[in-house]
């Protein structure tokens, strides 16, 4: 069924008796071609372009719980492509593009709001690197300005630009930036992709990989076995986790990232804003809440939870450029499990076992990168080349001394 | 969660600052054949337990000792800590 203003307007006056679910809940078939583990963001956008970029349609998702339920539906939502370096900048942007095109694409109303997103500036150096940032950026067709504190006022007139620990000196805005409905974008796939053939099989757990002379045949799960010409995973957090099954260990460590939610008010924040004095940012939902997070927690951890020092630490960023923030109430707080990887960029890149695929080490900037990260998985599976924007996203990147390091942290994931 | 610091007692974690897999400890021989393989797996790769996990932890804002907390990353529960020189004193000894 396709969407649109008339639809919901002839069911509008037919006692909406017309709509029907927006995917199907099969059984798993005894084989496919491709099988993706993991139905998150990722994944769903993996197999939705599997089916309408790259003609694959005997592909299924297998996610052990309900899509939307691990941290595409658990992030703070915001979208950018303000990157500094070169394995990471254009596949950001492709990101970014695929975004502005998204829901006329899969025919769903994600809420993709361009916004804008303004990162704060609060010593020369700080300037210095920005501008830096902002230039690399341009050169890679994303748009990048650099605001006068001034200008910063006239927008954000809410902003504590005097008198403040760390004054406000201006900022680097990407006006492009923005927010989506998170679990919207898994919806939104899942549809997409069920509407072309693939099979998306929730509350089945893979807990293993059929591995025979070094070719992957297939996965175990709680349903049984499930055959495969290639298997893709896509669990995030729980990446780890999974490859140890084909006796595989990452470059990753699990941490958790902790995300809140005031109660709802009326309008007050325009756009992203990131503080960047500390580590704090904050939209404001279309329900009136102003969402909001910080650092993660900074230990490995796989419990969706974190503790205390962090929300502590959250709320002080907040209030030091937003004291408004204080006289609201907090609604709501929970937490997600992040793949921080080594050098804080991401892998897309087979695995040293024919057939087995993986994409994961998004820390906790993955949300953004769904679209592109799923258009080049697909495009991995498909044509067993990586994608023009994600060749640098490979598992030998350490040993040969090709680190994406954004921040400079090296091999610390909990730094970056 | 709260660290029991073996010379201290009960320290908040916020005290703490965090590294990583206690197999750290474990630096490889630079001298042997297979160094740089060794030193790509001790820098980059992780096992990444869910479960109870060795771990280092620095009292930054304490005695600035290091520990070696076991903890369970699927509860947050603290099984032993100890203090990091006894740890490698005994793993060396053991060879
Ligand atoms: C609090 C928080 C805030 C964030 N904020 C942002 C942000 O503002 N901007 C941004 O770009 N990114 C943000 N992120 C990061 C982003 O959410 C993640 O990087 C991204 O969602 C990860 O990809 P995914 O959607 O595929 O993951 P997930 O949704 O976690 O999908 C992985 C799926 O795999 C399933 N799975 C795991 N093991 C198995 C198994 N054995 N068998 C079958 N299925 C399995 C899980 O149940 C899960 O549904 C944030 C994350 C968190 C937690």
Redesign the pocket.
């Known amino acids: 069924m396709r969407y649109s203003g008339f639809r919901v307007i002839k069911e509008a006056l037919t006692g909406h008796k017309g709509w029907t679910a927006a995917w199907r809940e099969p059984d798993p078939q005894p084989a496919y071609d491709i099988v993706i583990?993991?139905?998150?963001?990722?994944?769903?956008?993996t197999a939705y372009y599997l089916a309408s970029k790259y003609n694959q349609h005997r592909v299924a998702v297998?996610?052990?719980?309900?899509?939307?339920?691990?941290?595409?539906?658990?992030?703070?939502?915001?979208?950018?492509s303000n990157y500094l370096l070169d394995g990471n900048e254009p596949f950001y942007e492709f990101s970014l593009k695929l975004w502005e095109g998204l829901e006329q694409d899969f025919n769903y109303n994600a809420m993709v709001s361009q916004r804008g997103i303004l990162n704060l500036i609060h010593s020369d150096a700080q300037r210095d690197a920005f501008i830096r940032r902002g230039n690399a950026m341009i050169l890679n067709g994303a748009d990048a300005e650099l605001l006068s504190t001034a200008q910063i006022k006239e927008r954000y007139p809410f902003l504590n630009t005097e008198n403040a620990r760390f004054p406000i000196k201006g900022g680097l805005a990407q006006h492009r930036g923005g927010?989506v409905r998170?679990d919207a974008v898994?919806w939104g796939y899942a549809r997409g992709a069920d509407s072309r053939g693939v099979d998306i099989i929730q509350n089945?757990?893979?807990?293993g990989f059929r591995i025979e002379n070094g070719k992957c045949l297939g996965?175990e799960?709680t349903k049984g076995f499930i055959g495969a010409g290639k298997v893709g995973c896509?669990?995030?957090?729980?990446s780890s986790?999974?490859m140890s099954?084909a006796g595989m260990r990452l470059p990753m460590e699990s941490h958790?990232?902790?995300?809140f939610v005031s109660e709802g008010l009326k309008p007050v924040l325009p756009g992203v804003i990131t503080f960047g004095a500390g580590h704090f940012?904050v939209s404001q939902s279309d329900k009136g809440g102003l969402v909001f997070?910080g650092d993660i927690d900074g230990y490995n951890t796989y419990a969706q939870r974190g503790n205390l020092p962090v929300v502590e630490d959250v709320c002080e960023g907040g209030m030091a450029i937003f004291p408004m923030l204080g006289r609201a109430r907090l609604l709501r707080m929970?937490?997600?499990?992040?793949?921080m990887s080594m050098d804080g960029s991401p892998i897309i890149d087979r695995t040293h076992i024919d057939g087995l695929y993986f994409?994961?080490g998004?820390?906790?900037?993955?949300?953004?990168?769904?679209p592109a990260?799923g258009y080049a998985f697909a495009h991995l599976l498909a044509t067993d080349t990586p994608h023009d924007t994600a060749t640098a996203y490979r598992f030998d990147r350490f040993e040969r001394g090709l680190m994406i390091d954004e921040k400079g942290m090296g091999n610390q994931p909990n730094l970056h | 969660m709260i660290i029991d610091h073996p010379l201290l007692g009960p320290r908040d974690s916020a005290e703490f600052t965090y590294l990583g897999d206690a197999r750290l400890l474990d630096r490889p021989d630079p001298q042997s054949e297979t160094a740089a393989a060794e030193f790509h797996d001790y820098g980059y790769i992780r096992d990444n337990p869910a479960g109870w996990h060795e771990e280092l932890w620095f009292h930054e804002a304490g005695d600035r000792s290091w520990l070696v907390v076991t903890r369970n990353t699927l509860t947050h529960e603290i099984r032993e800590v100890r203090l990091a020189r006894d740890v490698a004193r005994e793993r060396r000894a053991k060879g």
């Open positions: 583990v993991g139905g998150g963001g990722h994944g769903l956008a297998i996610e052990k719980g309900w899509i939307g339920g691990g941290n595409v539906g658990r992030n703070t939502t915001i979208i950018r927010t998170h898994a089945c757990e893979v807990t996965v799960t896509a669990v995030a957090g729980s986790r999974l099954h958790v990232l902790q995300a940012y997070g929970w937490g997600g499990i992040m793949d994409n994961g998004w820390c906790y900037g993955g949300f953004k990168a769904t990260s």
